[in-house]
């Protein structure tokens, strides 16, 4: 028989040492001290409190499905993204539920992520690629605001002046939901927009700009906000000028504060959101992907209904009072 | 000049002519007049005019497209509405059910922003109602059952869908309908309609795509 030498019993062990290496390195939904597998949920900001009652929801409910969750915040930056998305690739997480920064931007993360074996969820803010993340959960924006600019219509009338406080100019939700609301409201010519500006989202921001725009236009009838956090500084604005009997104001989110001011009559309407479904079914989708399964559709719209001082008493707490799952199946 | 300055002249020239040759092939930028890039950013975009130009051509009006008929649709609205539910279209977690249908009617009444309509075979009531206002929703996009929105990176486009069939039921098929609508006569249209409560569905509110008053 052939004798091993020491050098063949070194390359064997070696090579043994790497298979063994890799195969760990492989399993990534094993957390490498040992504990539950890790998931990572990555939030475009916390300053907002809808978005606090996404990533909450979403951490909890991966929690209760046996992971453990930790929170991201990239602050509205998507260099802070990026630095979030090396650190979790790097440090071997399970899977990231995610909402992010920018749709265009946003992509090679993503990429990145999937490159690491990492499966991706995208909750509420769309990636404008199909190749990219395992599934995106998320709102029908488009449509909420058709509805929405219906019933502004039906509100303010088919004569009037408005101001139209936009959100972050890189994302898609920003888009869609203007384009929903014009795509109703400028088939009335007697409805004039005297000044879209955006507010990025933010309750300060939209404070600071409603207050300059009224300077300008004192006599607006109304106020459309893309989400619920500008329509909250908004209302402030109009508040402190001594306006806010006169101007309606209109968001879109469903957030607590705005629907309890519909309730009181203080603003007009609002497009129910269903963060906690969204959320849920992320994380859902998250724990089915690591049992094994791998088919799951690109895009699941989640729809969004209007509220009004009609049907307010129907909502809150971030979804349907009825049905706290989901708002359809 | 001494033949070493001479030799140095002359690597010079050939070092600037390899360079101006690279230059040539490689251009390490390249100026174009803005319109161009314009242009260029336009093509590059979505454009629903003509995707909508094409899906109705040869989608939405072509007679192997399937179409629910809108009598058995009302009659499982009143007696089954979960069966009803079973033959619509939801998109993603969505209350709202579409449908694609075809039906003839007899016209019950015109007003000023709608068209109604008794259901040829059914009960003297009206279960239909096409309305000739602007057009709103995604009714023909989601009923039709034909569009994916899987198949859209950018769930704008998919929406601006939705956009260009509105209006081209407003340039093409209502004025017709407008024209002809008299109490009385018999109508024959394939639509899309949206169902939210199955209880409070009929009368369908209907979009069409194709009318005929023969």
Not at chain 1, 33 to 54: C, E, K, M, Q, Y
Request: with cysteine; hydrophobic share 45%; glycine share 8%.
């Amino acid at each position: 028989m052939k004798r091993i030498t020491f050098f063949q019993t070194l390359v064997a062990v070696v090579a043994a040492a790497l298979v063994l290496t890799a195969c760990k390195k492989s399993s990534s939904d094993a957390s490498p001290d040992g504990g539950p597998p890790r998931i990572a949920v990555v939030i475009s900001t916390l300053n907002n409190p809808w978005f606090v009652v996404l990533a909450e929801t979403a951490r909890d409910h991966a929690k209760s499905l046996g992971y453990a969750a930790t929170v991201f915040d990239s602050q509205n930056d998507p260099a802070k993204e990026a630095a979030h998305f090396e650190n979790i690739n790097a440090s071997r997480y399970a899977a990231i539920l995610f909402n992010p920064t920018d749709a265009d931007g946003s992509i090679a993360n993503v990429r990145k992520a999937k490159a690491a074996g990492i499966p991706v969820f995208c909750m509420d803010r769309e990636i404008n690629a199909t190749d990219a993340a395992t599934s995106q959960i998320l709102s029908d924006n488009y449509s909420g605001c058709v509805a929405l600019g219906q019933y502004f219509v039906k509100q303010v009338g088919t004569q009037g002046k408005y101001i139209e406080l936009l959100g972050l100019v890189g994302d898609n939700n920003t888009w869609n939901r203007s384009k929903g609301f014009h795509s109703v409201v400028d088939r009335y010519p007697g409805l004039k927009m005297v000044a879209q500006q955006s507010a990025d989202f933010d309750r300060a921001r939209a404070l600071e700009v409603t207050e300059s725009l009224l300077q300008a236009h004192g006599d607006i009838d109304a106020l459309f906000c893309g989400n619920d956090a500008m329509a909250m500084g908004a209302y402030q604005a109009l508040l402190a000028a001594g306006k806010a009997d006169q101007v309606k104001v209109f968001g879109f989110d469903g957030a607590d504060d705005v629907v309890r001011l519909i309730a009181e009559g203080k603003i007009a309407a609002t497009g129910m959101q269903f963060p906690k479904v969204m959320a849920r079914t992320a994380a859902e989708s998250a724990h089915k992907y690591l049992m094994g399964e791998r088919h799951f559709p690109q895009k699941n719209p989640v729809a969004v209904e209007l509220v009004t001082r009609e049907n307010v008493s129907r909502y809150g707490d971030y979804g349907r009072r009825d049905d706290t799952s989901k708002p359809a199946q | 000049m001494t033949p070493q300055r001479h030799t140095r002249w002359l690597g010079w020239a050939a070092a600037m002519a390899v360079a101006a040759m690279v230059f040539w092939v490689l251009p390490p930028l390249r100026v174009v007049r803005l319109s161009a890039t314009r242009h260029q950013a336009a093509g590059a975009a979505f454009d629903a005019e003509a995707f909508v130009e094409k899906f109705w051509r040869d989608q939405l009006l072509n007679p192997d497209t399937p179409a629910l008929e809108a009598n058995r649709l009302v009659q499982l609205l009143r007696e089954n509405p979960a069966a009803a539910a079973e033959l619509g279209r939801r998109l993603g977690f969505s209350r709202n059910t579409s449908y694609f249908i075809r039906g003839a009617g007899r016209v019950a009444a015109v007003v000023p922003d709608a068209v109604s309509l008794f259901l040829e075979g059914d009960r003297e009531e009206v279960s239909v109602v096409i309305e000739t206002g602007p057009v709103f929703g995604n009714a023909i996009r989601d009923g039709s059952g034909l569009l994916d929105v899987n198949l859209f990176p950018n769930s704008q486009d998919f929406n601006a869908i939705s956009g260009a069939l509105n209006r081209r039921v407003e340039a093409e098929v209502l004025p017709h309908l407008k024209a002809q609508a008299a109490v009385g006569r018999r109508i024959n249209f394939i639509g899309g309609v949206e169902v939210g409560d199955p209880a409070h569905a009929l009368p369908l509110r209907v979009v069409p795509v194709r009318i005929e008053v023969p």
